[in-house]
């Protein structure tokens, strides 16, 4: 009896193994879908072996908008001006912000082309984050002859031309702004603004107060 019992049971498990694995030829043909394991920001677990955690392109598209090619710096600065004055460089193509005690920051800036750069002293009349962009008429009228057509206004975003903040200089319509075009730090390609890479401006905007001085020199 105990060995009829015996053989009985061993059929049933060779059974159930023919199953299982029937089973897992029957799933085998049918196409397994994975959930990602990539989200907008990060890579984790095997696609982060795979790709060495390197940024996606759109990751490392997103931070050269923002990024300055050429860093800012704390530097000895020992002119006689007064702590919090921001002094713009034409000639160096930078932007000093006085920390006071002999220090400031130096930023990478673009000033203004030719017959578009201007010097003077202005205050800080207005801040604005991802500022409206509002084209002169002048400018509009200007593009156009080049074929580029400039809306009458744009909304702050990562496609305007100000960039993430804004300091608007007196009465003028020049600003010191941030931009969508860090490849032109550096140089001089605006039309007469103070460009600043997002994240210097940034950084400068949370420093700076209303009535601050600003000093734009050759």
Same mark, same amino acid.
Request: hydrophobic share 40%; net charge positive.
């Given at each position: 009896?105990?060995?009829?019992?015996?053989?009985?049971?061993?059929?049933?498990?060779?059974?159930?193994?023919?199953?299982?694995?029937?089973?897992?030829?029957?799933?085998?043909?049918?196409?397994?879908?994975?959930?990602?394991?990539?989200?907008?920001?990060?890579?984790?677990?095997?696609?982060?072996?795979?790709?060495?955690?390197?940024?996606?392109?759109?990751?490392?598209?997103?931070?050269?908008?923002?990024?300055?090619?050429?860093?800012?710096?704390?530097?000895?600065?020992?002119?006689?001006?007064? +702590?919090?004055?921001? *002094?713009?460089?034409?000639?160096?193509?930078?932007?000093?912000?006085?920390?006071?005690?002999?220090?400031?920051?130096?930023?990478?800036?673009?000033?203004?082309?030719?017959?578009?750069?201007?010097?003077?002293?202005?205050?800080?009349?207005?801040?604005?984050?991802? +500022?409206?962009?509002?084209?002169?008429?002048?400018?509009?009228?200007?593009?156009?002859?080049?074929?580029? *057509?400039?809306?009458?206004?744009?909304?702050?975003?990562?496609?305007?031309?100000?960039?993430?903040?804004?300091?608007?200089?007196?009465?003028?319509?020049?600003?010191?702004?941030?931009?969508?075009?860090?490849?032109?730090?550096?140089?001089?390609?605006?039309?007469?603004?103070?460009?600043?890479?997002?994240?210097?401006?940034?950084?400068?905007?949370?420093?700076?107060? *209303?009535?601050?001085?600003?000093?734009?020199?050759?």
């Amino acid at each position: 009896m105990n060995r009829i019992a015996a053989v009985l049971l061993s059929s049933l498990a060779l059974a159930g193994s023919f199953a299982t694995i029937a089973s897992a030829e029957s799933r085998a043909d049918k196409p397994v879908l994975m959930a990602s394991l990539e989200n907008k920001n990060t890579r984790t677990g095997w696609l982060a072996v795979l790709t060495e955690d390197k940024p996606s392109k759109k990751q490392r598209i997103r931070k050269d908008i923002h990024t300055s090619p050429i860093p800012r710096q704390l530097i000895d600065f020992t002119e006689a001006v007064a +702590p919090g004055t921001i *002094i713009v460089d034409n000639s160096d193509r930078r932007l000093y912000h006085v920390l006071g005690n002999g220090t400031a920051v130096a930023y990478g800036i673009s000033v203004g082309r030719d017959g578009f750069i201007w010097t003077g002293a202005e205050k800080v009349t207005a801040k604005a984050e991802w +500022p409206t962009w509002n084209p002169p008429a002048d400018m509009r009228r200007r593009e156009a002859k080049k074929g580029h *057509i400039l809306p009458k206004t744009m909304k702050g975003g990562i496609n305007n031309p100000l960039g993430a903040r804004a300091l608007y200089l007196g009465s003028t319509e020049y600003r010191i702004h941030g931009t969508n075009q860090p490849s032109s730090i550096g140089q001089a390609m605006s039309s007469g603004c103070i460009r600043m890479a997002n994240e210097d401006v940034e950084h400068l905007y949370a420093q700076v107060t *209303i009535g601050t001085q600003v000093i734009v020199r050759d």
